[in-house]
């Protein structure tokens, strides 16, 4: 009796709780009034020498309350000549792979052979190894194009499609976007393969242009980066092409628009030609800071400056953990902990920290509260996070590895994907941003998070018992996995590739299966205090 009730309640109210928590919990950059239009996500980027095991990484924390939520695995493609293909609008906010709503911007010529990808609302890695990570640094509004047919999210599928390389991505990206034109904001694309990293800025060549403009610089081998939604790129050094590269209009449209000239005797700079106000912003800076104060805290770098270092030599080598260690930062133990002054005098007559103080508050909250904001890396608005690993000694399919957790990092374990895998778990491509769905995997990591926010001292105790446990147990068994899937791979390259398969699938979806039962748990044990 008592289990039935219990179902019947978790059926009526789970679906209810999850979407009044929906509402007003995703306004994106700009919906509350008080957030720039470029704050979104944010990236994280390893040379293979500042990695502990020698792969290079790139990231993304795509912060959307819009993208969609589904992802698949699209298989490698062979066309005859004469082929055309596709090409969509906002294609990240699709319902599906055959959406019947998407927009057609126009066709290119297809390539005669597409490599394999996984495909989510910003494609992640094809099966070269060869992976993206994404932020919006915006730019000046005057370089917005209204010709042409590429924006952000296309780009990235037609590159890892196209491209086996960081280099090979720029230059495929560079004849894409000047052919058929770039129509997005400003982007950082970070490139990743198994032997180098680029930070690579692209921006629109005005209203009424066709083309595009960007830079690109290397990330040293024994360095990391970060993008946090601002134009990082300073100098350019185009004498040395091992570390830059260029649109060959990089200094020359400046001048035409008037927002540099060589006249004036001042040296260009990227970010201060074609994003300025991304530089200012502190929203974007303090992440930056941030990022790399914790990789390299003997810098002391200053949580005020206007610019930090491109990249940095960390004073450890860098592991996939240690990435999702600063994705789940909140400045917590600093002067920008949201939390800090949120105290109450408990029934003791001691004075603790509220027990619903979280550093995710609303703009409504922080008005109510007297805060201000502080945008921290963490991101309770985050539609997923993606942090690679590409990896030059083993084969591609097992070598490219995608560490996947669906909403706020710091509520969620994240999965190991490889991208030898020929399908994602089946809730993995269901979207959810249409509305509540038990069969949808993002919806399980939603809700518990989300729920989080109501308690979230007491409540995140429970939940990081239940996600530690899940992203222990892979990480102690990558190198056991990975072994087993190369000796399959040496005698039969599709076992292999089922193995791995297999055992992504069953990560996710055990992750899935717990995180529904978490909820449940969760509106059990604290349902009395609401």
């Not at 040296?267 to 790399?292: D, G, H, K």
């Not at 904001?373 to 690993?389: D, G, V």
Request: aromatic share 10%.
């Amino acid at each position: 009796m008592r289990m039935r009730f219990k179902r019947r309640m978790r059926n009526l109210v789970l679906p209810v709780v999850a979407a009044v928590l929906l509402v007003g919990a995703d306004a994106g950059p700009g919906a509350g009034g008080d957030e720039p239009a470029f704050e979104s996500c944010t990236s994280l980027f390893v040379g293979r020498l500042a990695s502990a095991d020698g792969s290079t990484m790139t990231s993304h924390s795509c912060d959307s309350g819009t993208d969609r939520t589904w992802m698949t695995i699209v298989a490698r493609a062979r066309y005859a000549p004469g082929t055309t293909a596709k090409v969509y609008f906002e294609a990240k906010r699709t319902k599906g792979p055959d959406d019947p709503d998407r927009l057609e911007t126009g066709e290119i010529p297809q390539v005669a052979e597409t490599y394999a990808y996984l495909n989510a609302a910003y494609p992640i890695m094809n099966d070269r190894q060869l992976a993206i990570g994404e932020t919006t640094i915006g730019g000046r509004r005057e370089l917005k194009s209204d010709e042409g047919l590429i924006d952000a999210p296309e780009l990235y599928r037609l590159v890892l499609e196209r491209a086996s390389t960081a280099r090979e991505a720029i230059r495929v990206a560079d004849a894409l976007t000047a052919q058929y034109g770039y129509t997005d904001w400003g982007e950082c694309f970070t490139f990743a393969d198994p032997r180098e990293v680029w930070h690579f800025e692209i921006f629109g060549p005005g209203k009424g242009r066709k083309g595009a403009v960007w830079a690109a610089q290397r990330v040293p081998d024994d360095e990391v980066g970060v993008s946090a939604n601002a134009s990082r790129i300073r100098g350019l050094d185009l004498g040395d092409p091992e570390r830059f590269m260029a649109s060959a209009n990089v200094m020359s449209l400046a001048e035409d628009l008037g927002f540099w000239s060589k006249a004036s005797g001042k040296p260009f700079e990227v970010c201060y030609a074609y994003a300025p106000e991304s530089r200012t912003s502190i929203y974007c800076r303090r992440r930056e800071w941030r990022a790399l104060s914790l990789l390299a805290p003997s810098l002391k770098l200053h949580p005020e400056s206007e610019n930090y270092p491109f990249s940095v030599k960390p004073e450890k080598k860098v592991t996939v953990r240690d990435l999702l260690a600063i994705f789940r930062d909140t400045y917590r133990d600093t002067a920008y902990d949201m939390t800090r002054t949120l105290t109450v005098v408990n029934r003791k007559g001691e004075l603790v920290k509220s027990p619903v103080a979280h550093p995710f508050l609303s703009a409504d909250w922080r008005d109510l509260l007297r805060l201000r904001r502080e945008r921290t890396i963490c991101s309770a608005a985050a539609t997923y996070l993606q942090i690679t690993q590409s990896r030059a000694w083993l084969p591609d399919p097992i070598g490219g590895v995608v560490w996947l957790g669906y909403d706020n990092p710091a509520t969620t374990p994240h999965m190991p994907f490889y991208i030898g895998i020929s399908r994602m778990p089946a809730s993995y491509m269901v979207d959810g941003r249409w509305g509540f769905r038990r069969d949808c995997a993002w919806w399980a990591f939603r809700t518990v998070s989300k729920l989080a926010l109501l308690r979230w001292r007491d409540m995140i105790k429970d939940i990081e018992n239940v996600w530690m446990g899940i992203e222990d147990a892979a990480f102690a068994d990558q190198a056991r996995i990975e072994a087993e899937a190369v000796a399959l791979y040496e005698a039969d390259p599709a076992r292999a590739r089922e193995f791995l398969t297999r055992y992504s699938l069953d990560r996710a979806e055990k992750a899935v299966a717990a995180y529904w039962a978490l909820a449940d748990e969760l509106l059990g044990k604290y349902a009395a205090a609401w």
